[in-house]
């Protein structure tokens, strides 16, 4: 685990992330606050892009939790079955459309404790939605966000928990809206975690990983019988 880097680097590594992408969006396709819970509680175990697929036909025919219930779980399953834990994850869309219709007038309520009382609601979930959708500075770790934090020091801690409050006191005020995109595009895309893309970047001179990639030497053409490459 890295040390937590100070203020001043760490106002320059937001500063170049805003910089490069302005407007960082989330990958999950959705076209409401009730689609967006949907969408980001689907994703638990999945991929962006294969939720985006399960979802691209159910959303045209289930987008308010009163549609969703009229779909039933068996209709919600037809859709969702190529995404891990479908019969669970449907079962748990299926409970939070029936407690937003009852509860709460078939609205996304939009305070923190009250999506998480929503079943397959867990406090990402909730800081996604938040973030996404009320333009709060919710802070949603996922494991990309927890390695880079840790991996580069922008937000160090031995949990979520303990990452999510490391970006909240550390990355200045006015990237908090944004920040978790970036870090989360930058652990999907750059930071990765196998094999990190150190050369390309933007912020490696920032970055005290020491065990920083570097380009591969390019190969040495072989010489063609008669040829001399010196």
Same mark, same amino acid.
């Given at each position: 685990?890295? @040390?937590?880097?100070?203020?001043?680097?760490?106002?320059?590594?937001?500063?170049?992330?805003?910089?490069?992408?302005?407007?960082?969006?989330?990958?999950?396709?959705?076209?409401?606050?009730?689609?967006?819970?949907?969408?980001?509680?689907?994703?638990?175990?999945?991929?962006?892009?294969?939720?985006?697929?399960?979802?691209? /036909?159910? $959303?045209? !025919?289930?987008?308010?939790?009163? /549609?969703?219930?009229?779909?039933?779980?068996?209709?919600?399953?037809?859709?969702?079955?190529?995404?891990?834990?479908?019969?669970?994850?449907?079962?748990?869309?299926? /409970?939070?459309?029936?407690?937003?219709?009852?509860?709460?007038? =078939? &609205?996304?309520?939009?305070?923190?404790?009250?999506?998480?009382?929503?079943?397959?609601? =867990?406090?990402?979930?909730?800081?996604?939605?938040?973030?996404?959708?009320?333009?709060?500075?919710?802070?949603?770790?996922?494991?990309? !966000? $927890?390695?880079?934090?840790?991996?580069?020091?922008?937000?160090?801690?031995?949990?979520?928990?303990?990452? &999510?409050?490391?970006?909240?006191?550390?990355?200045?005020?006015? $990237?908090?809206?944004?920040?978790?995109?970036?870090?989360?595009?930058?652990?999907?895309?750059?930071?990765?975690?196998?094999?990190? @893309?150190?050369?390309?970047?933007?912020?490696?001179?920032?970055?005290?990983?020491?065990?920083?990639?570097?380009?591969?030497?390019? @190969?040495?053409?072989?010489?063609? /019988?008669?040829?001399?490459?010196?």
């Amino acid at each position: 685990m890295a @040390k937590q880097l100070p203020y001043r680097t760490m106002h320059e590594i937001f500063t170049r992330f805003h910089a490069a992408e302005p407007e960082p969006k989330g990958e999950l396709n959705h076209v409401n606050a009730y689609t967006l819970v949907v969408a980001v509680a689907l994703s638990a175990q999945a991929t962006d892009a294969g939720v985006n697929k399960a979802t691209a /036909k159910l $959303f045209q !025919i289930a987008d308010t939790p009163e /549609k969703m219930l009229e779909l039933g779980e068996e209709g919600l399953i037809e859709h969702i079955k190529t995404i891990g834990l479908f019969r669970n994850k449907a079962k748990n869309v299926i /409970k939070l459309s029936r407690i937003l219709v009852e509860d709460y007038g =078939g &609205e996304v309520p939009s305070s923190r404790a009250a999506l998480q009382s929503l079943p397959g609601v =867990g406090r990402k979930t909730a800081n996604v939605v938040l973030n996404m959708w009320w333009h709060y500075p919710a802070q949603a770790v996922d494991t990309h !966000i $927890f390695r880079v934090g840790n991996r580069t020091g922008i937000a160090p801690g031995k949990d979520v928990d303990a990452v &999510e409050r490391a970006i909240e006191d550390n990355v200045p005020a006015e $990237f908090q809206l944004h920040a978790h995109h970036w870090l989360i595009l930058h652990g999907r895309y750059t930071c990765v975690a196998r094999k990190p @893309k150190c050369p390309a970047c933007l912020i490696r001179d920032l970055c005290p990983f020491e065990d920083k990639t570097v380009e591969p030497a390019p @190969k040495r053409p072989r010489a063609k /019988k008669g040829q001399d490459l010196t």
